[in-house]
């Protein structure tokens, strides 16, 4: 499955089983959280990929750094502000 299928796979998941409640209105997700994935995908040098003896291991190691940066940095807790 491409890397964008996968993105937006993950996004719909977040956005039914992280509903936004009264105190956790920080749940509300949109395409944006999809837009930075992608553009920290895009943000990579070249160099660094073209090094890398595992270029689609590192591609996903990649992919799961950003989502869990895009939407981690979402679920945190009332007392944790």
Not at 6 to 33: E, G, M
Not at 58 to 70: F, Q
Request: net charge neutral; with cysteine.
């Amino acid at each position: 499955m491409p890397i964008t299928q996968l993105t937006i796979a993950t996004y719909d998941q977040a956005v039914k089983n992280l509903l936004p409640l009264p105190r956790k209105s920080h749940y509300l997700f949109n395409l944006r959280q999809v837009a930075e994935i992608i553009q920290g995908l895009l943000s990579v040098h070249q160099d660094v990929v073209e090094k890398s003896n595992d270029k689609v291991g590192m591609m996903k190691r990649l992919w799961v750094h950003e989502c869990m940066r895009v939407f981690s940095d979402r679920l945190i807790d009332d007392e944790d502000k």
